[in-house]
C-alpha cells in the first residue's frame, strides 16, 4: 500500500485518490425565462433600494448652514 511521506491529520486524505470516480454529473439545466425575469426583477430591486436610500440618505450627509442653526419649536415660543 502507498504511504505518503508528509503528514497528514485524516487517513481519508491521504487515501482520497484511490477513490476517484469516474460517473460525470448530469448537465446543468438552463434557467427558464421566469427565472431570468424573476432574478432580474430582484436585481432591479435591490439596486433600486440601494439608490433610493442614497437619495433620501443624501440631505443628512449635507453639511450646511441648516445643520449649524438651532430650530426651535412654535410652543417654546409662547412661554
Same mark, same amino acid.
Given at each position: 500500500m502507498f504511504r505518503r511521506k508528509e503528514a497528514v491529520p485524516f487517513a481519508f486524505v491521504a487515501e482520497a485518490d484511490h477513490f476517484r470516480s469516474n /460517473? &460525470? @454529473? @448530469? $448537465? %446543468?439545466? %438552463? $434557467?427558464? !425565462? *421566469?427565472?431570468? /425575469?424573476? %432574478?432580474t426583477l430582484l436585481g432591479l &430591486? /435591490? +439596486? !433600486?433600494? #440601494?439608490?433610493?436610500? #442614497?437619495?433620501?440618505?443624501? @440631505?443628512? #450627509?449635507?453639511?450646511?448652514? *441648516? +445643520?449649524t442653526r438651532q430650530q426651535q419649536s412654535e410652543a417654546s415660543d409662547n412661554r
Open positions: /460517473v &460525470t @454529473p @448530469p $448537465p %446543468r439545466e %438552463r $434557467p427558464g !425565462a *421566469s427565472q431570468i /425575469v424573476g %432574478r &430591486t /435591490v +439596486a !433600486a433600494g #440601494l439608490v433610493g436610500s #442614497l437619495i433620501f440618505g443624501m @440631505p443628512s #450627509l449635507q453639511s450646511g448652514d *441648516s +445643520a
